[in-house]
Nanobody
Framework: QVQVMESGGGLVQPGGSLRLSCVAS????????LGWYRQVPGKAREFVAH???????EYAESLKGRFTISRDNAKTTVYLQMNNLKPEDTAVYYC?????????????WGQGTQVTVSS
């Protein structure tokens, strides 16, 4: 089993930066993807970025250039560096771990951390 926990959200002015962290614990060697999603009230949760166990990264097209995902060498913590933040980036950001056992996929979500971009 895998558990993930986010931290680092808060209030930031437009144009500012924040770094979110997500610590994974449990069977971390099984994790194929660690990533971030976000959700605003009344809308579906949307993909932000993820990093594979091999280090390959993927981003939502609209966020490329402003958001950067990375991880520590132990592969237990993944970071989301968010720069030039805009009010429309306001959302609850969720960490997600995905892994497969055979042909079946599993996912674990964190409880989310609020990011508010406002002057």
């Amino acid at each position: 089993q895998v558990q993930v926990m986010e931290s680092g959200g808060g209030l930031v002015q437009p144009g500012g930066s924040l770094r979110l962290s997500c610590v994974a614990s449990g069977s971390i060697l099984d994790i194929d993807l660690l990533g971030w999603y976000r959700q605003v009230p009344g809308k579906a949760r949307e993909f932000v970025a993820h990093i594979s166990s091999g280090g390959t990264t993927e981003y939502a097209e609209s966020l490329k250039g402003r958001f950067t995902i990375s991880r520590d060498n132990a592969k237990t913590t993944v970071y989301l560096q968010m720069n030039n933040l805009k009010p429309e980036d306001t959302a609850v950001y969720y960490c997600n771990a995905y892994w497969r056992v055979g042909i079946k996929g599993y996912a674990e979500w964190g409880q989310g951390t609020q990011v508010t971009v406002s002057s």
